[in-house]
């Protein structure tokens, strides 16, 4: 057994529970439209409409696509425990969701010039899982 304490005394990490539905459809080549109406709740789906709208060159569509799923994994993230700050790791697949949707809203926010919000994007992302931020950017 692996013991994961925090000796720096930080809040422990938060691990979103398992929703292999919508990533298995989005795996599957269903729309992310089509996920995200079926699951309105997963960050996955819509980060990727997020991801599809910024490559399209519709950059306000990705944030607002991106805005909604980084609400609904606040709101995931608290009901799982989450106090506002601490580890949310992307090692853990099902936090991959809220942090690639966090992840688009800092690109958006970036692109259309709302750098106060790109900044606290990019921190908070940084600050949650340093590997996200790396991996993602």
Known sequence: MVNHENLLGGPP???????????DLLAGGTAPADVAAKYPTSCLAWAQLADDAYDAGRTVESYAYAR??????????????????????FEHEPNR?????????ARAAKAIGEDEEYERCSTFLKESSPTAAATLS
């Not at 909604?68 to 790791?89: A, E, F, Q, S």
């Not at 969701?97 to 809203?105: C, D, M, N, V």
């Open 97 to 105: 969701g809220f942090l690639r949707a966090l992840h688009a809203l």
């Open 68 to 89: 909604t799923g980084y609400h609904r994994g606040l709101d995931l993230l608290r009901r799982n425990g989450w106090k506002g700050h601490g580890p949310v790791p």
């Open 13 to 23: 990490p938060t691990h979103l529970p398992e929703d292999p539905e919508p990533r």
